[in-house]
């Protein structure tokens, strides 16, 4: 019965390694491969430090480093921090007692400069920049700090695997992944505690400015190609050619002839013809506005809202006066038009579509402006 | 996953399938050199930019304009009729491709709106990314130009505090741009100057660990201003330390010499992409002769040299750069491809 218990054991054992042939048996070295290729790879597919590493301290920091808390929060904090301790001890208990000069050494005087700084003994340094724990996986170099390397081939594997796999070789490349852990751990730890809390205070700037171009496009006058890529793109290219980063969208428009429909309004005119639709042409107009802090168009000069004028042709079919007529328009909001246009003498108020629709309750709209009476 | 890849469309409207069709051609690349049991998908995730929107919005909103005022002004002396002016707005290869990339480089406020999308759709992937992980980015034809100005944008864009994102805090692993027109669409950013570039150092100087930029050598688009740093570039220990690759390959496959797969399908290109996004010895120097070989002898040079000569003629050396020389490039190229794939 025993026998065939530990019979059982074995066979599962044996089962559980050549499904997942790396996942316990990282640290050991398999004489068939290159010791350096072996590291690089193991390295990049996350087994040593990484998300598929199961060593205990691997697990634990991995507990730490939950993303599911926030950037800001001082719960994310404290994880980081305490996983950044974690490797820290876990690399003294291992190397307390090694020469000084050593790389585990260096290794060490990093991880407690990097401890030290998250923790607030020291003042940020190299050591609390992600960048400064991650491996070189060609190379297998880290560069903790500017005139600070540590090499992980020169240090355990080009002299111990020079001859071929090897004792020597073999215990060689289990420090190296010890170290390799450590540093990936750490660079882990570090990326967590400042990465995502750096990206997010940008990218809350460039929300702002999606919000801005948003309310640009879709809420102010709608402009025709012209407009844009004639008039008011060129104006702002050159008045943004020394911005810094995302510039910010203009608190201006230009309206060059511009086609529209409005509603007017003809007191003298024949009955029936008083009210008619009209094709409006504002030849040269501009609407200003302002940006609040949360990316809305508010009013230029203290107003609620954004304003325009501008001078505009309107052509309407109406018997007794003439079909072409000149005027001014004022825009409220960028929705509302209000003007007056002068034909053969007689004037006429107009509305635009948007304010007349208003109305549409009251007054029959007419869509089109030929033939209909 | 271990490295997350951000995908940058090029031209043209992108739509879920074609970043499927990105995906499963890595995946393919990828599983050609991987050893055996090793999986794209163990590896890699990827993550669609789309930043189309910006252009979209454009199209629709002046289709609608136009709707509005024909309906309204139907029969007016002088006004056409709606069926007169659907080539205006309807999808052809003007609106939906040449049309993005002349909004893009001539209009500043759509460009501007663009790079607000896609800066803000970086952060956010990049947010999403379990610390520690890798982030690459690849970008294709317009993409390129796009990624280019965002990531600089990124790291210029005043916080509310004042303080900008530097690279010690967070930067790519590599940046790769297939089919690189950043030049051919620079505006407010030297595209050899700033930030776009490999580094060794952890400092703020580089966005990237590794920099990929490949511009075929027939392909005209890129040609009209070719991406073309100095041997130097950006310094010489980051040249001899193999952080960039600058490639101009030049055999072709099929007529689109443009299209995203003809960059990836040629080992000439992603064999070096591969070796940044794993590690040198990733691929060895015997499979890459294997490889490329084997691609040499599938697609000669003589086996399209009609069309070459084509292309050549579209490629005229570096004229002073309009809006009118890019669309008659575009023209050109679409109708070469036009008439030798009807043929």
Known sequence: ?373 | MSHRILLVHGMGKPSVAMFDGWKAALKRIYEEYSPEGQSFEDQFDCVPINYDGAFEERRTAWAEQVDEILQNAAGAPGVPAKEDLESLTEDNFFTTHILDVLLYRFVPPVAEDVRARVVSALLKAVDETPSGTKVSVLAHSLGTSVLHDAVNAMYETPRADGTVLSPVDFRFHAICMLANVSRTLETRWDVYKPRIRPGIANDASHAADYFLSASHRWDPLVALRRYSPMESWPDPATRLAGRAALLSPGLLQRWNVHDFSHYLDDPFVHIPMLRFLRYEKFITRARQKEAEDAFMKDNPISRFDDYRKRLEALIVGEAEFSWKRLIEVFKGFAKAVRDFSEN
Not at chain 1, 143 to 170: M, N, V
Not at chain 1, 171 to 199: C, G, P
Not at chain 1, 236 to 249: F, N, T, V
Request: glycine letters at 8%.
């Open chain 1, 1 to 373: 019965m025993k026998n065939q218990l530990h019979m059982a054991c074995v066979l599962v054992a044996a089962a559980l390694l050549s499904v997942a042939p790396y996942a316990y048996a990282v640290d050991v070295y398999d004489p068939g491969q290159n010791a350096e290729t072996t590291l690089s790879d193991l390295l990049d597919r996350g087994y040593i430090g990484g998300a598929k590493d199961e060593d205990p301290l691997a697990k634990g920091v991995a507990e730490l480093l939950n993303e599911a808390i926030k950037a800001d929060s001082p719960t994310r904090y404290t994880n980081g921090v305490s996983a950044i301790f974690n490797i820290l001890a876990s690399a003294r208990q291992r190397w307390g007692e090694v020469d000084p000069d050593s790389s585990e050494k260096k290794l060490l005087g990093a991880l407690d400069r990097a401890w030290r700084q998250f923790a607030g003994i020291e003042q940020a340094g190299a050591q609390s920049q992600p960048g400064a724990w991650k491996i070189d996986i060609n190379q297998l170099v880290l560069r903790i700090a500017p005139d600070q390397e540590l090499d992980f081939k020169a240090t355990y594997l080009t002299d111990a695997c020079a001859a071929g796999p090897s004792a020597a070789c073999r215990a060689a490349y289990s420090n190296a992944v010890v170290a390799a852990r450590y540093t990936e751990l750490t660079h882990r730890a570090v990326d967590y505690l400042v990465r995502d809390k750096a990206i997010l205070a940008t990218k809350k700037a460039a929300d702002l400015r999606v919000r801005q171009w948003e309310q640009y496009f879709a809420k102010g006058i709608p402009q025709w190609p012209w407009e844009l890529a004639l008039v008011n793109g060129p104006i702002y290219g050159s008045k943004i050619r020394d911005e810094r980063g995302l510039a910010p969208p203009p608190d201006w428009q230009m309206i060059v002839l511009h086609p529209d429909i409005a509603f007017e309004y003809m007191d003298d005119a024949e009955d029936g013809q008083q009210f008619r639709p009209a094709l409006t042409i504002e030849v040269i107009g501009a609407n200003l506005w302002s940006w609040d802090k949360k990316g809305k168009q508010r009013g230029p000069w203290g107003l609620g809202f954004p304003v325009g004028a501008g001078v505009l042709a309107s052509y309407a079919d109406r018997a007794g006066t003439d079909d072409w007529g000149w005027g001014g328009v004022i825009h409220l909001n960028h929705k509302y038009s209000f003007g007056l246009t002068t034909r053969s003498g007689d004037t006429a108020i107009f509305v635009s579509a948007n304010v007349s629709s208003l109305f549409e309750d009251v007054m029959e709209k007419k869509s089109k402006f030929l033939g209909d009476n």
